[in-house]
């Protein structure tokens, strides 16, 4: 006995309207999993860029403690070592109006720093009005791919002794002091520690570091000795 010709159509109906669910369901999973890998790629990437920064700040520390061990023995061989500055060291004696470290500034006012050694040619913006040298020879981890150099800057009104009276360098505040309300100021009204005979010099380290994955990263720190 023959089926109706309509139940025939009815279940291939059926079966073609089960078909394109099914295929809907595939096109909804593959986009779920297409949208899982690519959000686990960024959470590995974001946590690689994590480590690669971390990298880049451990190096820049021990490019700052190379400097102030530089600083030590400038010091010890000759007290005057840090009176004139030293170009190829990165080292500069009087203290810099309007430095731009990191070169985020564009204005013809500011003072760069030539960290890609191309006459500051590379960075955005007008000209700079100077462009200051850091250390020439980079400070280098081959096997972590990390490169850093420093400029170290003497916190001084100008090169030369601070013990003459006419070279003037900041000095901290104390109780005696005629400073305004900002705490820890530093001013440079003297050359002299106040209460105690000993000059106190202070020094700005300024670090750059590149790392892989075109990772950069600036520390600066301040010491006195």
């Not at 297409?34 to 990437?45: E, H, I, K, P, Y």
């Not at 109780?175 to 100021?185: F, K, L, M």
Request: aromatic share 4%; with cysteine.
């Amino acid at each position: 006995m023959k089926r109706p010709a309509s139940g025939r159509l009815r279940r291939r109906a059926a079966r073609g309207a089960s078909l394109v669910f099914a295929m809907i369901t595939v096109v909804a999973l593959s986009l779920a999993a297409v949208a899982l890998v690519r959000s686990v790629d960024t959470g590995l990437n974001i946590l690689g860029n994590l480590g690669f920064k971390q990298d880049t700040l451990l190096a820049a520390d021990r490019a700052t403690q190379t400097a102030i061990r530089w600083m030590q023995q400038q010091i010890k061989t000759d007290t005057t070592g840090l009176d004139a500055s030293l170009v190829d060291a990165g080292y500069v004696a009087a203290s810099i109006a309007d430095l731009d470290p990191a070169s985020t500034r564009t204005d013809a006012d500011r003072v760069a720093v030539d960290w890609k050694f191309d006459n500051c040619s590379s960075q955005p913006g007008r000209p700079p009005k100077a462009c200051v040298k850091p250390l020439k020879t980079a400070i280098t981890d081959e096997t972590a791919g990390l490169s850093s150099r420093y400029l170290i800057v003497r916190l001084c009104s100008a090169a030369g002794s601070s013990t003459d009276g006419k070279v003037r360098c900041p000095r901290p505040p104390n109780a005696s002091s005629t400073v305004s309300g900002e705490r820890n100021q530093l001013t440079s009204s003297s050359s002299t520690r106040l209460g105690s005979s000993t000059v106190t010099e202070y020094y700005r380290i300024i670090v750059r570091t590149e790392g892989v994955r075109d990772t950069v990263s600036f520390t600066e720190t301040l010491v006195h000795f």
